[in-house]
């Protein structure tokens, strides 16, 4: 059930600089969240302060097995209480394919208070059909569906036309959304150099083949961010965001840093100077 939006504190005084941000719920404009150790009460924190602009959390790689079962519970509550989705990370599922206990993972996923699964291979290996038959026992099982493509390992980096065609088959196979992967340092994975720059001419490619509104771009730093945002807009799916993060994002989105809102002053310094110099002759 949809909420009423809360009053923000400069309402009717100052607006967004850039507007047409999406509001929860939403399908466009994801922000999802990488959590790898919070407890109780710095989750508390988190979702008083963020709760709007957060998603879906993933409770990072195989972090849940660390956890006492009635920690973990609680965890899960809280950010489905606040209207945020919330899975185990793809490593976690992966182990469970590698161990032979993938139904009783999702059995006991649904338990515990998951709504959602991430299905990867980042480290192991998953041929088309098993990676069919692992999706639609997910979504049979009740489960919202978000698929990862690429590698975890350098070495083993996708090429632009792999990536394309393993995000088109999880789409048909029926995911939600598909994560084009490049993990918590976005260096020399996916659609990043070794230097952390973002490959252009990739992201291109895989834009002129699969429909955005369906990728979610792992963006862990503010130069990937930006380039993102400003590429596509303040309403592209944005993944593997460090709670620390979630404020300066949405601020990105929104034109209240001044990375973005010099974009809305140069639009508005452009239109000024073209009517100053009126029509050409």
């Not at 850039?18 to 719920?25: C, H, M, N, Y």
């Not at 006492?68 to 965890?75: A, T, W």
């Not at 974009?263 to 100077?273: D, I, K, P, S």
């Amino acid at each position: 059930m949809t909420q009423p939006r809360s009053k923000k504190a400069w309402d009717g005084i100052l607006e967004y600089p850039l507007q047409g941000r999406t509001e929860k719920p939403r399908e466009e404009g994801i922000t999802f969240v990488s959590l790898k150790g919070f407890g109780v009460n710095g989750l508390k924190d988190l979702v008083s302060v963020a709760a709007d602009y957060i998603d879906r959390v993933k409770l990072a790689f195989g972090t849940t097995l660390l956890y006492d079962e009635d920690l973990l519970r609680e965890k899960i509550a809280i950010l489905r209480a606040a209207n945020i989705d919330v899975n185990p990370g793809g490593t976690c599922g992966e182990i469970a394919i590698y161990q032979g206990k993938y139904d009783q993972f999702l059995a006991h996923a649904r338990d515990l208070g998951f709504n959602t699964i991430e299905v990867s291979d980042g480290t192991i290996s998953m041929d088309d059909s098993t990676r069919e038959r692992i999706i639609k026992k997910t979504l049979d099982a009740g489960f919202k569906v978000v698929s990862e493509v690429g590698k975890k390992d350098v070495e083993l980096n996708l090429p632009v036309a792999e990536m394309i065609r393993q995000t088109l088959r999880d789409l048909a196979y029926g995911v939600s959304k598909v994560t084009v992967e490049s993990r918590g340092s976005a260096r020399g994975i996916g659609v990043f150099d070794e230097k952390g720059r973002v490959k252009g001419d990739d992201v291109d490619e895989i834009l002129s083949a699969v429909d955005p509104r369906y990728l979610i771009w792992e963006a862990p730093e503010k130069d990937g961010q930006e380039y993102f945002i400003k590429r596509m807009g303040n309403n592209v799916n944005l993944g593997n965001i460090k709670p620390e993060d979630i404020i300066p994002l949405e601020g990105l989105r929104r034109g209240l840093r001044g990375d973005t809102f010099r974009l809305v002053v140069y639009q508005h310094e452009q239109l000024h100077r073209m009517m100053e110099s009126g029509p050409r002759e």
